[in-house]
């Protein structure tokens, strides 16, 4: 379906670095990374808003890389929704249909069917201003599924909407995209969207595609210590490795696989069981820590904590906090399963 080859490109102050991946017939295709990675600039690349410096896109097999946004048969939704504020929303939704001169009778047809696919069929009278964020980015979805694009590019689609509002549209678009089995390039910061969503992920940092895979994959098995760290392997241990046994600041710490010499291993904070007493559990780790810091994020609590010279965080829930005293000097056992480790 899509092929991107190569791509680099200078812009303002964003940079793409050789950025080389390509999208299947029917993928739900998640470009992830932080803000001011380039996923932007590559969707406007892709969707014909900006020419790349170097490299090439193929679409079904021909080399768009040159064409105007017009004639490539992409629908784009930028981040803003961009929806026209004079139209009412079913002049917004046919607009697309108007320019490619479809019959009246047929414009109305579709404008109805996908608005009430989207359960904004009751909107189609209103203006924009008039409508939420949730209903705006119904709107803009349906403005571009109209249409039906080879390809769906989607900037950020949930960044501006309330939490209760972007869990609720996540998983209105799984059932879109089932009933109505469109193909989708999305570019986003958010992991629950990305996890959701996908079916296969891209990972983009400083303007380069550094892994591409199934999204479990992806988040299971990070190909480089850069990766986990964006991914949330808040811990990063470092030390000798003999057998399945890793030595590192004074700790033993059994490892999923057998290695040698200098390694380095990664552990997620929600993998690590803290309890006051030793616990009788599967884990194959356990060893005891001194509680550092706490910091509350709403219901749940990143515990630092010191064991010898080994520091570590770890999540628990405030409740948990409260029930076990957890405080600055409490000393605690941390558990954690060998699997839970991804070695580099």
Do not use: C
């Amino acid at each position: 379906m899509l092929e991107i080859k190569s791509i680099s490109k200078d812009w303002k102050e964003f940079k793409l670095r050789g950025v080389t991946f390509d999208v299947k017939a029917g993928e739900y295709f998640i470009i992830l990374g932080p803000s001011g990675a380039g996923k932007t600039v590559l969707l406007e690349i892709i969707a014909g808003i900006i020419e790349p410096d170097s490299g090439q896109v193929i679409l079904e097999g021909s080399d768009v890389t040159n064409w105007p946004p017009e004639r490539r048969g992409l629908a784009y939704i930028p981040q803003n929704y961009a929806l026209f504020p004079h139209m009412s929303v079913y002049d917004n939704i046919a607009f697309g249909l108007k320019l490619r001169r479809i019959p009246k009778p047929e414009i109305e047809k579709k404008v109805k069917g996908i608005a009430e696919v989207l359960g904004i069929d009751h909107l189609l009278h209103r203006k924009p201003k008039t409508l939420s964020g949730g209903e705006s980015q119904r709107v803009a979805i349906a403005r571009a599924l109209v249409v039906e694009p080879k390809l769906l590019l989607l900037d950020e689609p949930f960044a501006n909407l309330d939490v209760q509002t972007r869990a609720r549209l996540i998983g209105e678009m799984k059932r879109w995209k089932k009933e109505l089995g469109f193909t989708a390039l999305h570019v986003t910061h958010s992991f629950e969207e990305a996890v959701s969503l996908g079916d296969r992920v891209g990972v983009m940092l400083d303007g380069r595609l550094v892994q591409v895979g199934p999204v479990r994959e992806v988040f299971s098995r990070p190909a480089s210590e850069e990766v986990a760290r964006f991914l949330g392997f808040e811990n990063i241990i470092e030390g000798t490795a003999e057998g399945r046994v890793l030595r590192a600041n004074g700790i033993e710490i059994e490892l999923p696989v057998e290695a040698s010499g200098k390694i380095r291993v990664g552990l997620r904070p929600e993998d690590i069981i803290l309890s006051i007493e030793p616990i009788r559990t599967s884990a194959r780790n356990e060893f005891k820590a001194v509680v550092d810091s706490v910091e509350e994020l709403g219901p749940l609590v990143r515990v630092h904590l010191k064991a010898g010279e080994l520091y570590l965080r770890a999540f628990i829930t405030r409740s948990s906090m409260l029930e076990m005293g957890i405080g600055k000097g409490k000393e605690v056992y941390v558990s954690f399963k060998a699997s839970a480790l991804h070695v580099f």
